[in-house]
């Protein structure tokens, strides 16, 4: 079956500090990967997003960067971390065309 | 561009009552339209989606939502709302290229009370 994983759930990391998450597929091959960010349990901010290993396009000008160094995972990462890069980070395969995304239970930022 | 509105933060209604939670898009040709739901500190679900055919469509936990081109419209229905429906819902729109981009609304929260 396919499945997405995504880690750790919860993280506090104090300003300048390094940060990484780790998003990986399974059951798929070649998906389409999707960093977004959801701000105060509202709407989500496409971030980063993925074709295919190596190949990272970004929505926004940011402090963060993407990198896919395998088919199936996508990783989030900061030199140095802001205070405002706190929120909910979640990772999302892209099935195909016309159907819907598969996320990964999240992981929630503060950065302190 | 595309873009998502979804113009009630809050819908309250009454256990066994129907519900409607309202979505408009705006899209250069036509639209993929997904709706999602998500429960606390937890990733989204999808529940149905509308890609060519029917405008009526059938989801998951007895959701349907219809697709009304001359408005733009994708609202998400159902007959008999249960307490359990109480989580926060998403409209989105995927593009058409490869990179299969979705642009998502604000998020509506459906209270749903006994």
């Known amino acids: 079956s396919q499945t997405i994983h995504q880690w750790p759930a919860t993280l506090v990391q104090p300003v300048g500090s390094p940060l990484s998450l780790e998003c990986t597929v399974e059951g798929t091959s070649n998906p389409n990967l999707y960093w977004y960010r959801q701000a105060a349990g509202r709407g989500l901010q496409l971030l980063f997003y993925s074709v295919g290993i190596g190949q990272i396009s970004s929505e926004v000008p940011q402090n963060l960067s993407a990198s896919r160094p395998q088919d199936r995972q996508f990783i989030l990462s900061s030199k140095k971390l802001l205070l405002s890069d706190s929120g909910f980070y979640l990772c999302a395969w892209g099935q195909g065309e016309g159907y819907g995304y598969t996320f990964g239970s999240g992981t929630r930022l503060t950065v302190v | 561009a595309q873009s998502v509105a979804q113009p009630e933060d809050q819908v309250n209604v009454a256990e066994g009552n129907p519900l409607t939670v309202k979505c408009t898009y705006s899209v250069s040709g036509n639209p993929y339209l997904f709706w999602y739901v998500q429960y606390p500190n937890r990733g989204l679900q999808f529940l149905l989606k509308?890609?060519?055919?029917?405008?009526l469509v059938k989801g998951s936990y007895g959701f349907e939502a219809e697709f009304n081109k001359s408005q733009t419209s994708f609202h998400l229905k159902k007959p008999s709302a249960l307490v359990s429906d109480s989580a926060l819902y998403f409209c989105a729109v995927r593009d058409r290229t490869n990179a299969g981009k979705s642009t998502f609304g604000d998020g509506t929260t459906l209270t749903v009370k006994p």
């Open positions: 509308y890609i060519t055919g029917d405008n």
